[in-house]
């Protein structure tokens, strides 16, 4: 599949030649940050931009596995140290955030950093420099690409494309719909939704979608997007959106009374937020998921004690962002570990590649296959009295 990225990768480029400029080197492994006492690790976080208020639970279930680590005596006896950078969802702010963890602060390697755009820009300047980059928060075949497959680059967000292909033809087989729109945000996150559409049609048999509208980032009117696809006569609409997307989609729908149509939306949309946030429009929404949900009556044990130990040590209730980051940043430190006392760029590499990965936010046991974490399990849920209820088993 070809993906219209063109503004990511130009953004990388520029990313590369500031790189390149300031001697950053040609992907040469080097043990920068770590020394005898302390492993030094950093990542850039959107925390003045529109997204800020969500980047609490990030940084706090980062610090909070570090934390734990460190209590139990580090790694190999060296504690983990974290550098937390703003990079207020604006490329141009995550490169000058990533350059300054790269070069002022010498990091080891850049963790859970959180954005699309902001990731484009960046990841390809860290790994031309030898430093890891683990767990991306962004469209990890995009990450790929733009780092050149970089060994240094381990992505654990599930793939777009293929989660909405997959889930799509589970859809049409299940429900017998025929007249399928897809509607979706301009640029590689909605390139990559179409692509999983066309994958989906064609893995399920069926013919073309009869309706499809993109919305530009930052819209909040879905009215026309909603009424193409009522004209059309769209038996299940494909939304590719994120959570105010996603809500304001569902809005259009109950305020046209628009009872014959499911609407599915992709991984970004299945959050908790959005059955929160959308109340009585968002029920009956449909969602794509990609790992475990857990509210205050969930009956997995660890998913309980976890839950328990982040309000108390925060005072607020974590939600699955927060439990992401705590399992990537658990995977990541198994790595760590793994790779013994003689740390660096490659023996990271190795050891990384040759661990398992499984708690309270997995469907089931993960590793690396190139890099990215596999399998890529889905599942379908529903938003039923205002919180996510599984469908299906993972699939």
């Known amino acids: 599949m070809k993906l219209n990225r063109r503004s990511m990768l130009a953004s990388s480029a520029a990313a590369l030649a500031v790189g390149s400029s300031l001697g950053f080197g040609t992907g ?52 983990i140290r974290l550098i937390v950078e703003d990079n207020g969802s604006q490329p141009q702010l995550a490169v000058r955030a990533a350059q300054k963890l790269i070069r002022s602060d010498e990091v080891f390697g850049i963790l859970n950093p959180f954005g699309s755009g902001t990731n484009a820009a960046t990841v390809g300047m860290a790994t031309e420099a030898g430093r890891i980059v683990f767990a991306p928060w962004a469209a990890s075949n995009v990450m790929q690409q733009v780092a050149g497959n970089s060994p240094y680059l ?14 799509l033809a589970w859809a049409i087989n299940e429900w017998g719909v025929e007249r399928i729109g897809v509607i979706y945000q301009e640029g590689p996150f909605g390139d990559l939704i179409r692509g999983g559409v066309t994958m989906g049609l064609a893995e399920a048999g069926a013919g073309e979608v009869v309706a499809e509208a993109a919305y530009r980032p930052g819209d909040i009117d879905f009215s026309s997007q909603v009424a193409r696809m009522r004209a059309a006569g769209v038996e299940l609409v494909i939304a590719g959106t ?56 969930t009956e997995d044990a660890d998913a309980r004690a976890w839950l328990a130990d982040f309000a108390e040590t925060y005072g607020v209730d974590a939600d699955e962002n927060a439990a992401n980051a705590w399992s990537y940043t658990s995977w990541f430190i198994d790595a760590l570990e793994a790779a013994g006392r003689d740390l660096s760029a490659d023996s990271f590499v190795e050891a990384a590649r040759a661990t398992r990965h499984a708690d309270f936010t997995t469907f089931t046991e993960l590793g690396f296959e190139d890099n990215h974490a596999m399998p890529e399990l889905v599942r379908v849920d529903q938003v039923q009295d205002g919180r996510w209820v599984p469908l299906t088993d993972p699939f």
Request: no cysteine.
């Open 28 to 79: 040469r492994a080097r043990a920068s940050g770590v020394h005898d006492d302390e492993i030094v690790i950093g990542t850039h976080l959107d925390l003045s931009g529109p997204v800020a208020a969500g980047m609490p639970m990030l940084r706090n279930a980062m610090q909070m596995r570090i934390d734990r680590a460190n209590e139990a005596g580090g790694i190999h006896g060296r504690r």
């Open 154 to 167: 381990f992505t654990t967000v599930q793939n777009y494309h293929t989660t909405t292909g997959r889930a």
């Open 242 to 297: 994120i959570i105010r997307e996603t809500v304001g989609v569902m809005s259009e729908v109950k305020k046209l009374d628009w009872d014959g149509v499911r609407v599915l939306t992709a991984i970004p949309g299945r959050a908790t937020l959005v059955a929160r946030l959308g109340g009585d429009e968002v029920e009956g929404l449909y969602g794509i998921g990609g790992w475990q949900l857990h509210g205050p009556d």
